[in-house]
């Protein structure tokens, strides 16, 4: 089946770094992939949708800035947090799909990030 | 708008108890229907799947049939495990749309 692989699982940094976070499509090509924010007990909020080749689409209250990606290749999307603070502590966790008809989301296994 | 609505949970349940959790849904459009589990501190796995009216997904013992009549696609097991405790979300996206839209979970805690 679709294999999703997220890297890193885990990341503990302090307050003003910037956190990088991978998510590879492993044995499909990937035409969107998607990046989501998970807080304790609660759903996934969609952030952004990533096409390749082209800027990502945010969801509304999500600042661009803050949450660069890029999906330079169709079996890779990063999401990089910048000058992170202790309130974008949460669990990210990234899906892939191909524009195939209703074939479903794939998901990565989720990336905890911890500011301090 | 899209909208999925699950039951609250948390749901417990005794070994090889019977499993429901509701699950209903709005859609602008012909929407697919799923259902995700999520285990502690992991991803999202797809469970099962239905794509048209009366379809029924199935996958390791649960259940759910797409009810367009009442806009359900309700989870079933006949006999639960310890080991099926977890997050579960139902989700549907529409055909032609990337976007899936997720309930906003149900956690299963079963007991020995």
């Known amino acids: 089946g679709a294999v999703v692989s997220q890297h890193p699982s885990r990341v503990i940094c302090k307050s003003g770094t910037s956190v990088k976070i991978e998510c590879r499509s492993l044995?499909?090509?990937?035409?969107?992939m998607f990046w989501y924010r998970q807080f304790p007990k609660q759903s996934l909020m969609l952030m952004a949708t990533s096409n390749e080749g082209s800027k990502a689409t945010y969801e509304q209250g999500v600042e661009k800035d803050k949450f660069l990606i890029n999906h330079a290749s169709l079996t890779l999307s990063t999401l990089t947090v910048t000058s992170a603070h202790p309130e974008d502590s949460s669990f990210y966790i990234c899906?892939?799909?191909?524009?195939?008809?209703?074939?479903?989301?794939?998901f990565g296994d989720g990336t905890r990030l911890s500011i301090l | 708008g899209d909208s999925v609505t699950q039951m609250e949970g948390p749901v417990t349940l005794s070994e090889e108890a019977f499993l429901t959790i509701n699950c209903t849904y709005t859609a602008t459009g012909y929407p697919s229907l799923f259902w995700y589990v999520q285990y502690p501190g992991e991803g999202l796995q797809l469970l099962l799947k239905?794509?048209?009216?009366?379809d029924k997904g199935s996958n390791k013992g649960f259940e759910a049939t797409y009810r367009k009549e009442t806009t359900s696609f309700h989870l079933e097991k006949g006999s639960v495990q310890v080991s099926d405790s977890a997050v579960y979300f139902c989700?549907?996206?529409?055909?032609?749309?990337?976007?899936?839209?997720f309930g906003t979970g149900t956690k299963l805690q079963v007991i020995p």
């Open positions: 239905a794509t048209k009216a009366d």
């Open positions: 899906s892939a799909s191909v524009v195939r008809g209703n074939q479903p989301q794939h």
């Open positions: 044995d499909f090509q990937a035409t969107t």
């Open positions: 989700a549907l996206r529409i055909r032609g749309y990337q976007k899936v839209t």
